[in-house]
């Protein structure tokens, strides 16, 4: 058997939680059942430590167990989402468009005859000039434009 303090219990709850948001909170089908199970699991010991407050649950519920209004806000969760939320976006956004910048720079038969490690130094330096104008500018001067040489969309 495991034992945890209250404040141990309190951080299994909310990695629980946050992994589980990870899995699962971007989907509309097909959600990863075992993290929900897990966090129910977990959610469900909650009064055991106290943590009553920090979890939701009716007859009518069955087996679900929710995180309450008061755990995602007086902890440090919605924090970290929101932590989560702003890096993964300006560290995609750098990627996508450094990478449509590379295939822009260079086509498609210069880059198979690339060595792996040119390549790959390449779309860094692509996707390294997309992150300086971030740092610098931000979104000021990104923009949709009409027109697009090479649309491979198309």
């Not at 167990?65 to 902890?75: A, K, L, N, V, W």
């Not at 260079?106 to 040119?118: A, D, G, L, T």
Request: glycine share 4%; net charge negative.
């Amino acid at each position: 058997m495991v034992e945890f303090t209250k404040k141990q219990f309190l951080s299994l709850m909310k990695a629980v939680y946050l992994g589980n948001w990870m899995a699962n909170a971007w989907r509309i089908k097909g959600r990863v059942k075992d993290y929900e199970r897990i966090e129910d699991y977990i959610f469900s010991l909650a009064p055991r430590f106290g943590l009553d407050r920090c979890m939701d649950h009716e007859e009518s519920d069955g087996d679900r167990y929710y995180p309450t209004s008061y755990f995602e806000e007086e902890t440090d969760v919605d924090r970290r989402h929101e932590e989560y939320d702003e890096d993964t976006f300006w560290d995609e956004l750098a990627e996508r468009l450094g990478e449509r910048d590379f295939f822009e720079k260079y086509s498609i038969e210069e880059i198979k005859k690339m060595p792996r490690e040119e390549r790959f130094t390449k779309h860094c330096e692509c996707v390294d000039l997309v992150n300086k104008e971030i740092e610098k500018r931000g979104l000021k001067r990104m923009r949709i434009t009409k027109s697009v040489k090479n649309d491979r969309t198309k």
